[in-house]
């Protein structure tokens, strides 16, 4: 099992930043593959970015590239996510998620590739 544990939402301007936090426990965290995922009101979950387990493989959501940057500390079994000019789009629950490594490879984009799941951190973009 792995707990994941997400932290650093909030209310934020247009243009504004966050960095979001995702704490994981019970298991070797640098065997996992890391995603972040986020869901809007009346909207299904859907990918943002997604990290491997040496940090080498990053993919992210065409909408977010060049404003958000994903990154793990495998000493600290942190997996974040830094969100710069933000939009009112980016308004969601954001979600991180974790899969063993060798089952990462084939959808790192898709959430069922994703065995374990944090509660979710709140992010709200102001116009």
């Known amino acids: 099992q792995v707990q994941l544990v997400e932290s650093g939402g909030g209310l934020v301007q247009t243009g504004g930043s966050l960095r979001l936090s995702c704490a994981a426990s019970?298991?070797?965290?640098?065997?996992?593959?890391m995603g972040w995922f986020r869901q809007a009101p009346g909207k299904e979950r859907e990918f943002v970015a997604c990290?491997?387990?040496?940090?080498?493989?990053?993919y992210y959501t065409d909408s977010v590239k060049g404003r958000f940057t994903i990154s793990r500390d495998n000493a600290k079994s942190t997996v974040y996510l830094q969100m710069n000019s933000l939009k009112p789009e980016d308004t969601a629950v954001y979600y991180c998620?974790?899969?063993?490594?060798?089952?990462?490879?084939?959808?790192?984009?898709?959430?069922?590739?994703?065995?374990?799941w944090g509660q979710g951190t709140r992010v709200t973009v102001s116009s």
């Open positions: 990290i491997g387990t040496m940090s080498t493989r990053i």
């Open positions: 019970g298991r070797t965290f640098s065997t996992y593959a």
């Open positions: 998620a974790a899969v063993y490594g060798a089952r990462w490879y084939g959808a790192p984009r898709t959430p069922e590739t994703y065995d374990y």
